[in-house]
């Protein structure tokens, strides 16, 4: 059974950073996108970034310039590196995995549990 496991949340003032992390365990034969999406209460979860196995990385434009997404793929783990963290980036940020977990089994959608990430003004 695969399990994503965010770490990395917490509380910190406007200007400051945080760095989260996903791990990915269990069976797993392959991943092809990683990314991390953020719910803040009231509103529905949206996209934070992606990063392809190559390396290709998309971005929401309210992110752009402040967040940096990579993954280490020996270790089945991606991060998301937050700067210049802003009160309206407050959300549960959540990993998500698109992987086989055998070589002949259809591609399925993953999520984490969820990390919350809150930035006081």
């Known amino acids: 059974q695969v399990q994503l496991v965010e770490s990395g949340g917490g509380l910190v003032q406007a200007g400051g950073s945080l760095r989260l992390s996903c791990a990915a365990s269990g069976t797993i034969f392959s991943i092809n996108v990683m990314g991390w999406y953020r719910q803040a209460p009231g509103k529905q979860r949206e996209l934070v970034a992606t990063?392809?196995?190559?390396?290709?990385?998309n971005y929401a434009e309210s992110v752009k310039g402040r967040f940096t997404i990579s993954r280490d793929n020996a270790k089945n783990t991606v991060f998301l590196q937050m700067n210049s963290l802003k009160p309206e980036d407050t959300a549960v940020y959540y990993c998500?995995?698109?992987?086989?977990?055998?070589?002949?089994?259809?591609?399925?959608?993953?999520w984490g549990q969820g990390t919350q990430v809150t930035v006081s003004s």
């Open positions: 998500k995995a698109n992987l086989k977990e055998r070589q002949l089994d259809p591609t399925n959608l993953y």
């Open positions: 990063i392809g196995s190559g390396g290709i990385t």
